[in-house]
């Protein structure tokens, strides 16, 4: 008994403490907010040896743990000679999760002092890294899943490749030269292909999604979907980058920034190029250089076929903000054949927002438009401090749409076949729609066939009673009409009379005859019978006399005592002789009676 007592006891235990695990609260990051700081570093639970591999290009290290992965990060970082790894390859064998421990970047350190580098090629074979942490902030070093990446030999190889990071937090407070990108701080002389990250990023000076700061650099079919917060320099893909090439790259997510902030890149400096690369990113600054795409370009620096679709905020008011759709400050630059789409909200007075450019500055801008539709009331470019050659189309949302479509899609996505059909009076169609812009493509046109007309009449509106109708000769194949004419009103056709009211001695009658189209009444009256009205008369004039007589006599003998004979009354006095004459026969006869007796 005391056993079954003891089980039950356990088991309601167990049930409340699952039920509390159950019921427990879960931990989810706001947007902006960072996570908690996971516990230790990951180079002290390091491996000893890799998964495989010698390093060679046809044998490289394999790497298939965090630990293994965390052994590459402290090799490189301890500086010791031929344990660096300088000029061998790498290769990641498994998806990896680092949530477990704070990362220390493979390179750590800063350009003020001293710094390790990654001087070697690592290849993601498309796997992914989750749950990156860094933070640099004590340190002010460099941060990311690589702090510093230098090629120093001049292999034609691609540095880092398929590889994709997500949901990594990424943060350092290091100012110029050092950076912070989720995929590297700082990058020199380097290829990267192919590679994907997401997640945050907050830091000082050259603030990246994917890179924070970059000289020589060749970036190629990358993408970036982030959350990125910085003071100045800031891009959503790279925060300051130096004669760097980017091709077919693309930023998305949200930058936050000081000076200099774009939606693909802060600071484009000194004969970078970029051509066929998008952002979709939107962007807020608190700073000037400001725009959807670049926040500043000088030198040389040439955008070919590139889109910026995000909204551009700017709340700068003490100073020239310099903010457009596209790009901040263009310097001695050239952007061609590039649009913006974006709603830019900004600008003061004396430096209005640009549709397209903020500031010119001896730039060189063709081929390249602005969503004008959404954007009423900007220009091109919103002050133009050193003349330039400007060419700036202030579109419609279609329009602008149509050039993304052929300068940066490279032509057109041809849908099905549609087809509108003629109508007797306009031309149809033939067409193929783009299924990106809606642009009307391969356009046969169909001619208007014509009205063929009926040989019949057709009442439009039948004739009443009382109201003209018509009709006319119609079209076989649409609503039109011609040569309409009247059909005369019918006018009333009434049946007989017929008694709906009798009428009698007191009260007139009534007849009515309907029409038998409309049901329209004409009615009369019927006089009253006439011999009945005599004999009614007649009693109603004894009535009345004989109510008059019974007046008279009530009210003679209420008022005889009241009588009162008045000079030359002759009805009275004649009244009085009758009286005196009645009395005298009255004595005379009761005198006889007396003698006989």
């Not at 990896?96 to 002092?113: F, Y």
């Not at 700017?314 to 400050?329: M, Y």
């Not at 009382?466 to 119609?474: F, Y």
């Amino acid at each position: 008994m005391q056993k079954g007592k003891s089980m039950k006891i356990l088991m309601i235990g167990i049930l409340s403490l699952v039920l509390c695990a159950a019921w427990s609260p879960k931990t989810v990051r706001a947007e902006g907010t960072a996570p908690t700081a996971p516990y230790g570093v990951w180079t002290d639970s390091a491996a000893t040896e890799f998964a495989g591999g010698t390093g060679t290009k046809a044998d490289p290290y394999q790497i298939a743990t965090a630990e293994q992965l965390a052994k590459l990060a402290a090799d490189v970082n301890s500086g010791v000679y031929g344990k660096t790894h300088s000029g061998e390859y790498f290769v990641l064998m498994a998806d990896l999760d680092l949530s477990a421990h704070r990362w220390i970047p493979v390179g750590n350190g800063t350009n003020a002092s001293s710094f390790h580098t990654f001087d070697g090629f690592f290849n993601g074979a498309n796997h992914t890294i989750s749950g990156l942490y860094v933070d640099e902030s004590n340190e002010q070093y460099s941060a990311g899943l690589f702090g510093h990446v230098t090629l120093t030999n001049a292999v034609e190889e691609v540095t880092l490749q398929n590889l994709k990071v997500v949901n990594a937090y990424v943060k350092t407070e290091a100012v110029d030269p050092d950076g912070v990108g989720i995929l590297a701080g700082h990058l020199s002389n380097v290829k990267v292909r192919n590679c994907e990250v997401s997640g945050t990023v907050e830091g000082s000076e050259n603030v990246g999604g994917m890179i924070g700061i970059a000289s020589y650099a060749n970036v190629k079919e990358c993408m970036a979907d982030v959350q990125v917060t910085g003071k100045g320099r800031t891009g959503g893909m790279t925060g300051n980058d130096y004669q760097g090439y980017y091709a077919k790259c693309q930023a998305k997510g949200k930058v936050n920034g000081g000076w200099c902030t774009g939606g693909f890149v802060g600071v484009l400096f000194v004969s970078s190029e970029v051509e066929y690369c998008k952002s979709e990113a939107e962007v807020r600054a608190y700073d000037w250089n400001c725009g959807g795409f670049a926040g500043y370009l000088e030198e040389d620096v040439q955008i070919k076929n590139c889109v910026a679709t995000g909204d551009v905020i700017s709340t700068v008011t003490n100073v020239l903000p310099k903010v457009s759709g596209f790009a901040g400050t263009v310097l001695t630059s050239s952007i061609t054949d590039s649009h913006a789409t974006g709603k830019v909200t900004g600008g003061i007075t004396d430096c209005p927002a640009g549709g397209f450019v903020g500031s010119n500055e001896r730039a060189t801008v063709s081929g390249c438009s602005f969503d004008a539709e959404i954007n009423t009331g900007l220009s091109g470019v919103g002050i133009e401090q050193a003349p330039g050659q400007i060419e700036i189309q202030a579109g419609s949302t279609k329009e602008v749409l149509a050039n993304i479509c052929e300068d940066y899609e490279g032509g057109h996505a041809v849908g099905e076949v549609l087809v509108v059909e003629p109508t007797c009076t306009e031309d149809g169609k033939k067409y193929q729609s783009c299924t990106r812009c809606g642009t009307e493509l391969n356009v046969e046109l169909i001619p208007a066939s014509g009205h063929q007309w009926n040989s019949e009449y057709t009442v439009d509106k039948e004739a009443t009673c009382t109201e003209d109708g018509s009709e006319s000769i119609h079209c076989s194949k649409c609503d039109a009409t011609k040569d309409s004419r009247k059909i005369p009103a019918k006018g009333h056709s009434y049946g007989e009379w017929v008694v709906v009211k009798e009428p009698t001695a007191t009260a007139k009658g009534l007849k009515e005859k309907v029409c038998e189209v409309c049901r329209d009444k004409i009615t009369e009256e019927l006089p009253m019978l006439e011999s009945e009205k005599k004999t009614e008369d007649s009693k109603k004039q004894d009535t009345s006399s004989k109510n008059q007589e019974k007046a008279q006599g009530k009210t003679s003998g209420k008022k005889t005592a009241k009588t009162v004979v008045k000079t030359g009354d002759d009805s009275s006095m004649a009244g009085w002789s009758l009286l005196i004459l009645a009395s005298a026969g009255v004595f005379l006869v009761m005198q006889f009676k007396r003698k006989r007796r």
